[in-house]
């Protein structure tokens, strides 16, 4: 009998292309890890290992000819005039800011309290009716927006968060704390229940956004129009609270950002709705849309079909078709250019009959910000201003941004020839711009330490740091904080995600944490 | 009209009618990265003497000599272009790396063989006499030089009566040729085509900004849009059917490149053998 000869052994490919090599943390016990970055099926991936708890994979970005091309538009970071640590442990260690950070802060966040008026299913910052929380007193605020001014001197933006800010006793004197500052707008970030109850409170506010050189602005919890969408994400119907807020902001002529959390299988169905709901609001200039943040309390998530900043921009041009296409939003150069996109629209026309005109149509954006091969431009004044437009600290409402959507349409200028004055007839276009966001923060899962070194939305703790947003939420420096502030111990939040079910129990907050019976749990 | 008359037109087009207000002085279709496209397949290396050929308010050379770090002379038919070039090379501290001249394409003001490399964006189709420009893209290389061209392509034949019937402002248009047209048009000047490639999408691009830009002028200054002569309500008909053409493959944009042949006797012998 002959023996069969045995089949050649055939080496296989890989079904991904291994890109980047860089660090995350174990979303279980936070320590730092290598992490890679994938390309898979025109999708990109981050793996991770920790030695301790296995493997972790999270999508990060839907499109991956997109995630390549954007890293033209990296801007070169600027130094903030001071940094508040030293470099120790390595990043993500060390915040913040320690001198190995890329950028400066475009964004301050100041929370307030950690106490809420609600208590949604969905909330990063895992507040709600809690009796064991905390909040700042005027000396901390003084000192938080003195560690920001000294390291930004003059500061764009400071946003008041929370918790819920409004329910905070003493918002307004921080609001005033900030104006007395060179810090030039303050953003409210807000779930709107007094802004609806309260009009008096509202008008205080508008009072406030009439202050010489200053303006408040309302970021404005925004998630849609279905019940459900409310129920499941707010835990309460507050559809009736959120006209009668706007109505109350229009009226006392405060500019809003609708703020949507977007969820897979929750909320995504209704993001045209929302654009064009803003767009016709008087008191709207913006929305922002933030694929929710799977950190602090959320409802459990599959991290391989989260959603990711392509994805929601694939749903916003795919529910208002007419409106937006494929290359109307630009990532933003000052951050990471995956972490947020933007684009900027000009309205016109009546509800249900509008012209919409994204800027990015109007002129190259992307060539302006392109930081690698265009060095040089005709004009460097169009960039200057492209680039204060495509910034984290850019709110519609603002001075600076109202002035910078002018250069650019001035830029598109023609006078001495066709006869048309556009500058003249721009100056009346500030109310027809509106503005379009969209954000993916990062969390636990999705943490890439390069994104972090460049983050410039910083949370300014009342100990006087600034933290990196995604750092503050991710590895547990929200949890360091709030034991400090309140003297409650709290236990480290780990995400609510589908492969780790069997190895998570329940916060009192409602988070979920690493369960304990092993040395899992370290401080 | 003459021919002197229609480069006129089309200079001053490009440099001062609504044309360029919805255009933009410094667009062509495909932006900078299709420029950079070009600039590669030209193997530009630093220190080579580039030529760019109605170089409008300078986009092109100053990339070239910025990133390329060539030496670059531009040239443009309408002085006011010249200028703002000029000042822009200033502010961006080149100089002395980048040079602009007024000055017609199909009479360069330069001696013979002088630049390693001549491009020339969006314009062979407005130029009238294409041989002529041809002939002098041929003229000032070296022997073995490049010439790089993008330009809009139509097979005119077939243009849609909406596109026939446009009025003088967008003639330059209807004057372009299908690729394969410029491809002769270079072969009979003595350059050897080495790549054409077509880029039809960034025409759509283009016709998606005309019409952003038209709706901006709308929202703006509608009554002083009719002034200019603009019929608003013909335009998005004739945008739709530019789109239509380049679906169609009737309307589009390509990258063509050429070589000079080295000076040609009879039994020389191929570069290499």
Known sequence: MTQATPAPRRKADRDEVFVEFTKSICPLCKTPVDAQVNIRADKVYLPKRCREHGEFEALVYGDAAEYLSSARFNKPGTIPLS?????????????????????????????????????????????????????????????????????????????????????????????????????????????????????????????????????????????????????????????????????????????????????????????????????????????????????????????????????????????????????????????????????????????????????????????YLDYVTNRVMPDAGIREALEKLWSASAFIGTETTEEKLRATAEALDCTDSCGIDLPEAVKQLNDKAFMIIVQDFQDPYTLNVKQLMKCCVEEITPDGRLIPFCAYNSVGYREQVRAQMSGVPVAPVAPNALPLASRLTTTPYGSRTTLTGSEELRP | MTHEEIKSCCADAYSRDIVAMLLGDSYHPGGTALTRRLADRLALAPGMRVLD?????????????????????????????????????????????????????????????????????????????????????????????????????????????????????????????????YAEILAAAGLRVLTLERHDQAMIRMIDQIQARLSLLRITAPARLAEAGMDLDAAPAVLDAARAAVTDGVLGYALLTAVKSPAERPGDLPPGA
């Open chain 1, 83 to 367: 940094f508040q640590t030293e470099v120790k442990d390595g990043c993500p260690l060390d915040c913040g800011l320690c001198p190995e950070h890329k950028q400066h802060a475009c964004l301050g966040i100041i929370e307030v309290n950690t106490g809420c008026n609600l208590d949604c299913p969905i909330c990063f910052a895992d507040s709600g009716h809690q009796s064991d929380g905390y909040s700042i007193t005027h000396e901390q605020c003084e000192r938080m927006l003195d560690a920001f001014v000294a390291s930004e001197g003059e500061a764009e933006v400071v946003m008041f968060s929370g918790g819920e800010p409004t329910i905070h006793k003493h918002i307004l004197d921080f609001i005033d704390l900030a104006q007395a500052r060179p810090i030039k707008n303050v953003n409210l970030n807000t779930n709107g229940i007094r802004l609806a109850t309260d009009k008096a409170f509202v008008a205080k506010l508008g009072k406030r956004n009439q202050v010489p050189g200053r303006s408040v602005n309302v970021y404005l919890q925004f998630d849609g129009f279905d019940e459900r969408t409310h129920l499941e994400i707010r835990g309460r119907d507050l559809r009736t609270f959120k006209q009668r807020a706007l109505d109350n902001c229009a009226e006392a002529g405060l500019t809003v950002t609708l703020v949507a959390a977007v969820e897979r299988g929750l909320n995504e169905h209704e993001l045209g709705a929302i654009t064009e709901y803003g767009i016709d609001h008087p008191a709207v200039r913006s929305v922002a849309f933030q694929p929710v943040t799977h950190s602090g309390r959320h409802v459990e998530f599959d991290p391989l079909q989260r959603l990711t900043n392509p994805d929601v921009i694939r749903l916003i041009s795919a529910q208002r078709p007419g409106w937006f296409q494929k290359g109307d939003f630009l990532p933003v150069p000052c951050c990471f250019p995956t972490c947020r996109s933007i684009t900027y629209l000009l309205v016109d026309g009546e509800p249900g009959n509008r012209t919409v005109v994204p800027i990015p149509r109007l002129l190259n954006v992307e060539d």
């Open chain 2, 53 to 181: 050929v109605a170089s409008g308010r300078g986009t092109t050379a100053l990339l070239l000599a910025d990133a390329y770090r060539v030496r670059a002379d531009g040239i443009d038919y309408a002085p006011a272009n010249t200028a703002l070039a000029q000042g822009a090379a200033q502010a961006a501290g080149l100089a002395d790396r980048a040079v602009f001249t007024t000055g017609d394409a199909e009479h360069l003001p330069y001696e013979n063989a002088v630049f390693n490399a001549v491009v020339c964006e969006c314009a062979l189709c407005t130029f009238p006499d294409k041989h002529q420009a041809a002939g002098e893209f041929a003229r000032v290389l070296e022997p073995g030089g490049r010439l790089g061209i993008t330009d809009v392509t139509a097979d005119t034949d077939r243009l849609p009566p909406e596109l026939r019937g446009l009025s003088a402002r967008t003639a330059c248009i209807a004057d372009a040729r299908p690729a394969e047209e």
